[in-house]
Nanobody
Framework: VQLQASGGGLVQAGGSLGLSCAGS????????MGWFRQAPGQEREFVAA????????CYTDSVKGRFTISRDNAKNTVYLQINTLKPEDTAVYYC????????????????WGQGTQVTVSS
């Protein structure tokens, strides 16, 4: 396992969760890191990304103002803080590593974590 995602769970709408993605046997510093999510029956969707130094966070429109991506290269870990959760945020959340210019697309990522389930009840 090179990317280990954790922190998912079952929460009520309006609640918060903090997801983590730790590199195991993989140094994350050389990679732009992203979070994607996939709901049942849907394609994997870009959520957020952050550059190698921890700057230039970028988000899909539906999560702006509610999600915050960050990283700590010293801890070899990337984070996704999710606030004001909505039922439509329910999905498996994946972290991924990219060295590709197509970092808004899943095909731009070469390394993926196993995913962590986020379920939001209304």
């Amino acid at each position: 396992v090179q990317l280990q995602a954790s922190g998912g769970g079952l929460v009520q709408a309006g609640g918060s969760l903090g997801l983590s993605c730790a590199g195991s046997g993989l140094t994350l510093r050389p990679y732009r890191m992203g979070w994607f999510r996939q709901a049942p029956g849907q394609e994997r969707e870009f959520v957020a990304a952050i550059n190698r130094s921890g700057g230039a966070p970028c988000y899909t429109d539906s999560v702006k103002g509610r999600f915050t991506i960050s990283r700590d290269n010293a801890k070899n870990t990337v984070y996704l803080q999710i606030n004001t959760l909505k039922p439509e945020d329910t999905a498996v959340y994946y972290c991924a590593a990219s060295q590709n210019v197509n970092w808004r697309m899943a095909v731009g990522y070469t390394k993926w974590g196993q995913g962590t389930q986020v379920t939001v009840s209304s």
